[in-house]
């Protein structure tokens, strides 16, 4: 069975930094684009961040420069590290496997991050 598991999550004073980590199984990793998503209550679900096959990345402009997305093939590993972190990054964030030229498309089941004074 295909499992994406976020972690990593929690509350963080405006200005700090978590590293979120999603676990991925059931997949042949290498041969999936990696997306980070977020949704804040009462908004749409967001694309935050991704890293192709050739670990190309690419960010939403609200994130770039502050969010830095990673993974590590061998172990089957997808993270983001968020720095600098708003009120405004508040959201669950969500892992999202997309597979290269085929079907494939899955998601974890969100990790809150909550940035409050």
């Known amino acids: 069975q295909v499992q994406l598991v976020e972690s990593g999550g929690g509350l963080v004073q405006p200005g700090g930094s978590l590293r979120l980590a999603c676990a991925a199984s059931?997949?042949?990793?290498?041969?999936?684009?990696m997306r980070w998503y977020r949704q804040a209550p009462g908004k749409q679900r967001e694309w935050v961040a991704l890293?192709?096959?050739?670990?190309?990345?690419k960010y939403v402009d609200s994130v770039k420069g502050r969010f830095t997305i990673s993974k590590d093939n061998a172990k089957n590993m997808v993270y983001l590290q968020m720095n600098n972190l708003k009120p405004d990054d508040t959201a669950v964030y969500y892992c999202?496997?997309?597979?290269?030229?085929?079907?494939?498309?899955?998601w974890g089941q969100g990790t809150q991050v909550t940035v409050s004074s």
């Open positions: 890293i192709t096959t050739a670990s190309i990345t």
């Open positions: 999202n496997a997309n597979q290269y030229g085929g079907p494939g498309n899955y």
């Open positions: 059931g997949i042949m990793f290498d041969m999936y684009t």
